[in-house]
């Protein structure tokens, strides 16, 4: 069973910069992908980014040039640095494993952490 720890939320002001992590246990690399959705209130879900085991990455438009997703294999763990944070990046940010398409909307993803709050303010 796969299971996600997520670190490293906080309350920036915007220009500032954020890394989150995600520990995953249980999980083994290969073509599924690692790496975080967000949801803001009132606002659907929406995939930022993913890593998979190959090292191939997705960005959401909404976040490129700004996010960069990384990876430690060794430990299990996935990096999301967030750079020129905008006061609309507020959001929760959940680490989840599944499907390439699921940062697309096509399917669900298969495992989710608990969520860090990511609060940017003007």
């Known amino acids: 069973q796969v299971q996600l720890v997520e670190s490293g939320g906080g309350l920036v002001q915007a220009g500032d910069s954020l890394r989150l992590s995600c520990t995953a246990s249980?999980?083994?690399?290969?073509?599924?992908?690692i790496g975080w959705f967000r949801q803001a209130p009132g606002k659907e879900r929406e995939g930022v980014s993913c890593?998979?085991?190959?090292?191939?990455?997705y960005y959401a438009d909404s976040v490129k040039g700004r996010f960069t997703i990384s990876r430690d294999i060794a430990e299990n763990t996935v990096y999301l640095q967030m750079d020129n944070l905008k006061p609309e990046d507020t959001a929760v940010y959940y680490c989840?494993?599944?499907?390439?398409?699921?940062?697309?909307?096509?399917?669900?993803?298969?495992?989710w952490g608990q969520g860090t709050q990511v609060t940017v303010s003007s």
């Open positions: 989840a494993t599944g499907d390439g398409g699921a940062w697309l909307g096509y399917v669900e993803a298969d495992n």
């Open positions: 249980g999980f083994t690399w290969g073509p599924y992908c």
């Open positions: 890593i998979n085991g190959e090292g191939n990455t």
